[in-house]
Each structure stands twice: as C-alpha cells, then as structure tokens.
C-alpha cells in the first residue's frame, strides 16, 4: 500500500499564502538541515530531501502552485490538471540551483558556513541614534548636529592596527583565508580562523593604543539635514557614519529614527494639520472674523451665523509640505463655542430677556432632537 503524501505545505513549513520568498527561504533552511552529505548515518534523510524538493519544485512554480491549491496531490497524477506523471525535477539539480555549487564545498559552503572575504568580516556596525524634534522642524526642515560615542580611527596607527614599522604577515593557520576547514565525513564545517579572528593575516606587534584592531571609542559630531514634511518613525541614513571596521576596515551607516514631540496646539494626521480654536457665543450666533493659528503665524477666518460648536472649518494650504513634493496639506480649525461662565445681573437680564424672545425656529437641532426622542418622554 502506497504511503499519502503529505501536504507540500507542511513540507515545507509554509502558509497556503506564502510569497515566492517565504517558500524559497523555508527550502533552504530544510534543505541543508536534510541532505544526505550532512546526515551519512540516517537512512531517511534522502527520502525527506528528495520531498523537499518536490514541494519546492510545485510551489515556487506559478502554474504547478495553482493546480496542487485547486487540485491537491490529484493534479500531478496521470491526466491530472494537464501535468501527467515525472514532472518533478531531480531534488539535487534544485539544490545546486537555489544555492549554487554541487554540495557542501562550493557556493552552499560559502552562503552558510562563513566564506565571506576577508574585508567583508572587517566591516563596521551600523548605528542607530533616536532623535526628538519639534513639529515646527519636521513641517519645514532643519539642519541639526548630533554628537554621538563610536568606534573611530585609531590616530596612532592610522587604523592599521599595528605598531609604527611593524607590519603584518599572512596567517600560517588559515592561509590567509580567514577560515579553518573541518571534515566530518562528507560533511565539511567552516569556522573562524581562531589566531587571526578571520582577518587572514596577524600583526607583528599590535599598536599598544587600540590593541590592534585599528579604532577606539571617541566623540563624534555628525550634522544631518531633516526634510521638510518628515513624519514620525522615519528614519534617515548618513553613509559612512557607523563604527569604522576593524584594521582599516570599511565603516557602517547611521540610522537616525525621527520622533516629532507633541505640540501644544497642533495635532498632525499625515499631511493634515487639527487644531481646537475657541470663539464667543455672540461671535457663533451673529458671526464675524477671528484670527486662527498656523505654523506660519495667524490668519484669518470668517465665521458665519449660527456656527454651531464643533464645527470643522479647513484652510486649504496651512497644513505640512508633502515630504515627497506632493503638494502641501491643510489646516482644520474645530470651533469651540465658549459660555460664559459668569454673568452680572445686567448681563443676566440681557441673556433672559434674549431667551424670552427665542421660539423654535431659533432651536433646530433641540426641535429635532425632542421630536425623535419624545417616545422617551412619556
């Protein structure tokens, strides 16, 4: 009795919604874990790499995918979604492809086991700095200057890493590799060269000041250029502003993550900017002029009568510069409507005498509000 194949998948630990990437990159990892240069004593380990290779072989084909999604295991068997039987590829020759080279000691040894060159591992880190802003600088721009503790040259030995007249040699234990080679059978594992750390070569006499790696930690000032419009959470990369690599190595980027303070009048929604903006009852009922807020200074508004409060009026243009050049947003001003909260009796009287002469139609939000509600009433 034939054994059910499994899902392709499962096989390959995926989602029915993985993308082209997530398939590949699962195939690798099991791949590896799974072929049979790697496992010489598990009697099973070629049939699960051959599985592999089938699941990966369907599902990083457009076509084939659709058919196993509409048709499971059923349309590569005879007659089956137009595919027929032996449409599967040899899995070793899908091996070679993904990774390249034939086994564990060509492009597959390099991608996983660290053959990397030698100026690669030299490399420095990249760094990352949180800076606070005002709105008022993310909406128009700003230079800044920002001071930050790094790995930098070395100014006695000018990044060599190595002592005035001392010089340095070819490592006699990886030949200059970087890397030392073990066999394990068929299997052959890759380290890190552990005289000279994978730089390949070793100094005669290691410049006292940084002990031979070439930098030590200083102060640093980098000035940055922040972009009219820039929102929240982005981030700006200065080239070549990380830590300098080790022994001359090439140094990392600086990540700058912006964060906007919150502003005391404007709220920011994308390129939009809200703010609350409080006008007098006699200004809401009669109407008129008031001034309002923006970032370039004040404006004018005119108010009509009867502004109810709450009521959002938008001034087109007063917003954030697009930080792609796509125009500029806008400016929404919430009207509060302000009540006094204290009234002399002449006041007072005044107020009585206008609530007297009120009727309905002076009322249509209340009107309406207790006609649809007076059910609630009874």
Known sequence: MATEKRDYYEVLGVERGATDEEVKRSYRKLAVKFHPDKN???????????????????????????????????????????????????????????????????????????????????????????????LEEAAFGAEKEIEIAKLDTCDKCNGSGAEPGSRTITCSTCGGRGQVISSRGFFHVSQTCPRC???GEVIEKPCQKCRGEGRVEKLSRVKLKIPAGIREGSRLRSLGNGEVGTRGGPPGDLYVVIHVREHKIFQREGDDLYCDV????????????????????????????????????????????????????????RLIVEVPSRLNAQQRRKLEEFAALCGDENTPLRKSFFERAKEFFR
Do not use: C, W
């Open 278 to 333: 409080p006008i007098p009852f006699s200004v809401a009922t009669l109407g008129g002029e008031i001034d309002v807020p923006t970032l370039e200074g004040g404006a004018h508004l005119k108010v009509p009568a009867g502004t109810q409060s709450g009521q959002m009026f938008k001034m087109r243009g007063k917003g954030i510069t697009n930080v792609n050049g796509r125009g500029r947003g806008d400016l929404f001003a």
């Open 40 to 134: 010489p004593d598990d009697p099973h380990a070629e049939e699960k790499f051959k599985e592999l290779g089938e699941a990966y072989d369907v599902l990083i084909d457009p076509d084939k995918r659709a058919a196993y999604d509409r048709f499971g295991h059923a349309a590569f068997t005879q007659g089956g979604a137009g595919f027929g039987r032996g449409v599967f590829h040899d899995p070793f020759e899908i091996f070679r492809e993904v990774f390249g080279g034939g086994g564990f000691g060509g492009g597959i040894f390099e991608t996983f086991f660290g053959g990397d060159r030698p100026e690669d591992r030299r490399h420095g880190s990249d760094l990352r700095y949180d800076m606070q802003i005002k």
């Open 197 to 199: 750390r994978g730089a």
